[in-house]
């Protein structure tokens, strides 16, 4: 990867801005009786009724609607807000600070991200980095898969990004930690880094050299 030539910094959310835990969330779906939750959820693609709230097939309610058909018991929004929230294990402040300093480097910085409404609730919210801040507030803009309709890895949502922010592919940089999105970002000619989940990656050299 040529640093010079990198001008726009796309960033997954679950992994890298946020660590994930799959078991907390597993644990937290069985609590409010979904007894195949640890065959269900994924960290990396969702299917059933997860996918179709993360691609906008579906909103919150009709998610609702269908986990409490699934589990045979009318659930509460709260219910199924604490369940996706589990999904959640830290906010890394220093991913968050590195962020805010490509930004103030002059590099266009956004967030790509399979996610939903549920879950976008609290991450863009002042709750979300413990300092008042939304999510929002450290990116340029948000390219989240509800509002576009369509989930990576589909290339369709990569070129939605890169049409966006005005960017040709040999000047992005995409950072995620699911290895079939990194490949088509990859087959399209956008340079990429697969940290694993929770792991620094403003340590990675491609980082430290921006």
Not at 106 to 113: A, D, E, I, M, P
Not at 145 to 163: D, H, N, W
Not at 186 to 198: F, V
């Amino acid at each position: 990867m040529n640093e010079g030539m990198i001008r726009n910094i796309a960033f997954d959310l679950g992994g890298v801005v946020i660590t994930l835990d799959l078991e907390q969330a597993v644990r937290a779906f069985e609590r409010i009786g979904m007894k195949d939750a640890r065959q269900q959820l994924d960290a990396y693609t969702q299917r059933g009724l997860f996918a179709d709230l993360e691609s906008g097939r579906i909103g919150a309610e009709a998610f609702r609607e269908g986990l409490s058909r699934r589990v045979g018991r009318t659930l509460t929004i709260d219910d199924c807000r604490e369940a996706i929230h589990a999904y959640v294990g830290h906010v890394p402040r220093r991913g968050l600070e590195r962020i805010l300093q490509l930004r103030r480097a002059g590099y266009q910085v956004c967030l790509l991200s399979n996610t939903n409404p549920i879950m976008m609730q609290w991450a863009d919210s002042s709750r979300f980095d413990g300092m008042g801040h939304p999510v929002s507030y450290y990116f340029d803009r948000l390219y989240l898969s509800y509002q576009c309709g369509v989930m990576k890895p589909s290339p369709e949502i990569f070129r939605m990004m890169l049409q966006g922010q005005g960017a040709r592919p040999e000047e992005t940089l995409f950072i995620d930690d699911g290895r079939r999105n990194v490949e088509t970002a990859a087959s399209l000619g956008i340079h990429t880094l697969c940290p694993e989940n929770g792991q620094d990656w403003t340590l990675l050299p491609e980082i430290a050299r921006l």
